[in-house]
């Protein structure tokens, strides 16, 4: 739905790059233009980490690497899990 296909207006909320395998990233998709996503994955193979605000009160709640996290102000949060492939290490990519 956020790339087009399937909301009712067909507006795209979220462009990015296809990829052709899951170890160079990019939205893998089954096998091409317009089949089934599989994933968005990171550079390293990894799946992206996306959190929502979908209660729009100004708060995401969840746990990263174990541990509970709350972040304020953001609508939405990426995390990629980084080259050692494990979640909540100093090699993750975050965006808060």
Avoid: C, Q
Avoid at 6 to 19: Q, T
């Amino acid at each position: 739905m956020l790339l087009g296909p399937g909301n009712p207006r067909g507006v795209p909320f979220l462009a990015v790059e296809m990829g052709k395998t899951r170890k160079k990233g990019g939205l893998i998709r089954e096998s091409g233009i317009g089949s089934p996503v599989v994933g968005l994955f990171d550079a390293w193979g990894n799946p992206f980490r996306v959190l929502l605000d979908d209660d729009y009160d100004g708060l995401i709640r969840f746990t990263y690497g174990g541990k509970p996290e709350v972040v304020r102000g953001h609508r939405v949060l990426v995390a990629s899990k980084g080259p050692d492939g494990i979640e909540g290490t100093k090699d993750d990519v975050k965006s808060w």
